[in-house]
């Protein structure tokens, strides 16, 4: 039986689920955590209310704690608007690369949900593509040094960079286009083109690519020389490893954060971070991955148009990151003598990475002892009718929150 949670100003700390998706490390989420490491890989901690890995408060979970009184819980707005806590807020460790993948929008969410729901396709099978009806925006910020391939590069950068391999095949591919042809379309006929051909195929393109990669010295293209040859110890002959040589190579630092919107095709390699979106696990996935591939459905989701991803850098105490959605807000604080006033309006979570946080509510600021104080990689939740609180302490610690619209 579910128990209505407590709204007293009294905030409470979270128990998330660990993932132990094969490409996650093994030693950075149990390090954040201060447990010590099993040698198995875990790959993202979920904090939040999705269905398929609800967080829990007191014991419950926190999908039905939200579901008992939403209006409570998230706001009377929020609640009428979403109906659920709208982000979800991840730790994500990459001790391996993971798949070439692009996120859909929410019209493309609830379609293509729609439609495997139509055919059958239970919520939890392997080929199913759409374990939701939501888009995936989402935003992801450095803790560790942070590598990864986002959005699709300049055309005339990427006809370069296969011409430093010599690898002519490709360069004659991205020169191909009619008078009224753009960029964008030369880089959806040329991942196209790669993602439908045929194993034989594929395989003598990727062969000859990392062949030449491991070859070539090249100062300008140093870093996707290197990790052409990473992935594909990884992602042996998968056709993944040139696709991603059409997207733009990132390296953020602890701090640094990018984001990322629906049609984004991207490829985390390596890092921890914290990672904040809408509540959404779809995922469309395209390569260098032992999950479901589908070309085609990726092919209708993915925005080929070049863009040079910018990297948000943080700075100051207090640093809240550019994401223009209306489900999420992600806000890096530094913690030291000086307190915080938050004003919410809705839930938040707030996690830990180093150091100590002190949340109180005005009630709270005359009863110390129930102040909320959370330890490294400790998370709490703050509702709607907890009010204004005041987050102090010391360290490093980010909040989730809803976007302001």
């Known amino acids: 039986m579910v128990r209505f949670p407590r709204h007293t100003g009294v905030m409470e700390k979270l128990e998330c689920v660990v993932q132990d998706y094969a490409w996650g490390d093994p030693e950075s989420i149990p390090a954040l955590l201060g447990r010590p490491a099993t ?36 706001g009377a707005d929020i609640a009428d608007r979403f109906g659920q806590l709208p982000f979800l807020f991840k730790v994500l460790a990459a001790g391996q690369p993971l798949s070439v993948q692009a996120h859909p929008s929410l019209e493309q969410a609830r379609v293509g949900f729609a439609r495997e729901d139509a055919l059958g396709i239970d919520i939890g099978a392997p080929e199913r593509t759409y374990r939701d009806a939501n888009h995936k925006p989402e935003l992801i910020c450095a803790i560790t040094p942070f590598v990864g391939k986002c959005g699709f590069r300049p055309l005339a950068e990427a006809r370069d960079l296969f011409a430093t391999l010599q690898i002519e095949t490709m360069v004659e591919r991205l020169a191909i286009g009619g008078a009224d042809s753009t960029d964008a379309d030369v880089h959806a006929a040329t991942l196209a083109w790669l ?5 034989d195929e594929s395989t003598a393109l990727v062969q000859s690519v990392v062949a030449s990669a491991a070859a070539t010295s090249s100062d300008v293209f140093a870093d996707e020389l290197e990790w052409t040859g990473i992935i594909n110890g990884f992602f042996p002959d998968d056709i993944g490893v040139v696709v ?5 190579h990132i390296v953020l630092e602890p701090g640094d954060a990018v984001f990322l919107d629906a049609g984004n095709l991207h490829a985390y390699l390596r890092g921890t971070g914290m990672e904040l979106m809408a509540n959404s696990d779809n995922v469309v996935r395209g390569g260098c991955t032992p999950k479901n591939i589908d070309v085609e459905e990726l092919l209708s989701v993915v925005d080929c148009t070049p863009t040079d ?9 207090k640093h809240t990151f550019d994401s223009p959605v209306d489900e999420f807000s992600l806000t890096r604080y530094q913690l030291s003598a000086d307190a915080e006033k938050v004003e919410p309006i809705s839930a938040e979570i707030i996690i830990v990475e180093s150091g100590t946080a002190t949340l109180e509510t005005m009630e709270t600021l005359a009863t110390p002892s129930q102040a909320l104080t959370l330890e490294q990689g400790e998370v709490g939740f703050v509702s709607a009718s907890d009010g204004a609180y005041i987050l102090s302490g010391n360290g490093t610690t980010f909040r989730a929150s809803v976007g302001r619209s």
């Open 244 to 248: 991603v040589l059409l997207l733009n």
């Open 195 to 199: 993602l439908r051909l045929t194993t």
């Open 309 to 317: 991803p910018p990297v948000q850098r943080a700075s100051g105490k």
């Open 39 to 74: 040698g198995k890989p875990q790959a993202e901690m979920w904090m939040g209310a999705h269905p398929k890995a609800p967080s829990t408060l007191d014991g419950q979970s926190l999908t039905d704690v939200i579901a008992a009184d939403p209006t409570a819980v998230l």
